[in-house]
């Protein structure tokens, strides 16, 4: 798998500077059997033990994300505004960001079905 580092700042991530110093991000390019559904993997990784959390603020590309996470595996539809996730600990989530029309052979619904909305991986 091809690794690409957001040395400047990640696409889409808000206030990146402040971001650097609390946590990692790395893409993963796909298996080419997967480059059809799949756009890349991305992983974030922070270490805020000792620190006050962490709220980070991002305004997503328009596109479907599945993340795992200890205690939360969820599909994310495409969102239209920015959202923020709170970091704390230690912890890391593995995400898979699909291309346009990529989600639907696994939906089995339109993808406008969960624009705004969260969906557990079980359903």
């Known amino acids: ?19 650097r110093d609390r946590f990692g991000f790395q893409e993963r390019a796909p ?4 480059a059809p559904y799949v756009a890349h993997y991305w992983i974030v990784t922070w270490d805020l033990r000792g620190r006050e959390p962490y709220e980070q603020w991002v305004l997503p590309y328009p596109s479907i994300n599945m993340t795992f996470k200890p205690g ?3 599909v994310a539809g495409v969102p239209r505004g920015r959202f923020s996730e709170v970091l704390e600990g ?3 989530v593995f995400g898979v960001r699909f291309t346009p029309a990529g989600f639907r052979p696994f939906l089995g619904a339109p ?7 969260f969906v557990p991986v079980a359903e």
């Open 1 to 19: 798998m091809k690794k690409r580092d957001y040395p400047g700042g990640v696409p889409g991530i808000l206030n990146a500077r402040a971001a």
């Open 31 to 34: 298996a080419p059997a997967l």
């Open 72 to 74: 939360r595996c969820r």
């Open 90 to 92: 230690a912890g890391r």
């Open 111 to 117: 993808a406008s079905t969960i624009t705004d909305r």
